[in-house]
């Protein structure tokens, strides 16, 4: 069973188009995460939500959207693509807020804006 | 800000030695220092945990140091293989689990 997983894999779009990343975690893990992985390979910290309530929101533009329905889904929607937004996507969960709790992440899903 | 520096020149060694790799800051006292593993087109997988008041910690064929007078953390991996070639991140721990990763250092076995 995938513990984090992620949809879709791949996705290739326009400037100025909306997507979404889906983000389902089976861990029963109670904060979930996104990060950004760019070419030179830093991973950084977007945002974070507990039990469903945000609690990291880095400086990132208000065009991300990150949304938890519930504590096992945390979704990613970007509105007006640009092509600084090219990038590898990463979910990532872990068992609580607690400072060193391992994190788990996803397989990525790599954004590719033209 | 925080800064975390891993070499970015990947480190090629023969396979059966152990793999140094190096993990320095600047501007940051973690409470926590982790180091995980990618593999090209996976998520980082988590390797080992290392506390501030911790001088070092091992798990089988793998050893991390923390000095944080010096500000640096150093990855080992004796009797390294082939399936140990990958990119190693190291991350600093802070408020509310969050990390700063750093960039990465890819390690190359060869047999």
């Known amino acids: 069973d995938t513990a984090v997983s992620q949809t879709p894999k791949y996705l290739v779009t326009q400037m100025g188009n909306d997507k979404s990343i889906k983000c389902e975690q089976n861990?029963?893990?109670?904060?979930m995460y996104w990060y950004k992985q760019d070419s030179k390979k830093f991973l950084k910290i977007m945002f974070s939500?507990?039990?469903?309530?945000?609690?990291i929101n880095e400086t990132v533009p208000n065009r991300f959207s990150p949304k938890s329905p519930d504590k096992a889904h945390l979704n990613l929607h970007i509105n007006s693509l640009e092509l600084g937004d090219s990038a590898v996507y990463f979910c990532?969960?872990?068992?609580?807020?607690?400072?060193?709790?391992?994190?788990?992440f996803g397989p990525g899903t790599r954004l590719t804006v033209t | 800000s925080q800064k975390i520096e891993q070499n970015s020149e990947a480190l090629n060694i023969q396979e059966g030695k152990t793999a140094t790799l190096t993990c320095n800051y600047t501007?940051?006292?973690?409470?926590?220092l982790q180091w995980y593993r990618q593999d090209p087109g996976r998520g980082p997988v988590f390797l080992l945990l290392?506390?501030?008041?911790?001088k070092e910690k091992r798990k089988e064929r793998l050893k991390v140091t923390f000095d944080t007078t010096l500000k640096q953390s150093l990855f080992h991996i004796t009797a390294s293989q082939p399936a140990d070639s990958a990119t190693y991140l190291c991350a600093l721990g802070g408020d509310f689990n969050k990390f700063y990763f750093g960039s990465g250092t890819k390690l190359n076995v060869k047999p």
């Open positions: 290392i506390r501030e008041n911790e």
């Open positions: 990532a969960s872990s068992q609580d807020l607690v400072v060193g709790h391992e994190q788990y």
């Open positions: 501007n940051y006292s973690p409470a926590y």
């Open positions: 939500y507990n039990n469903k309530e945000l609690i």
């Open positions: 861990l029963g893990h109670d904060t």
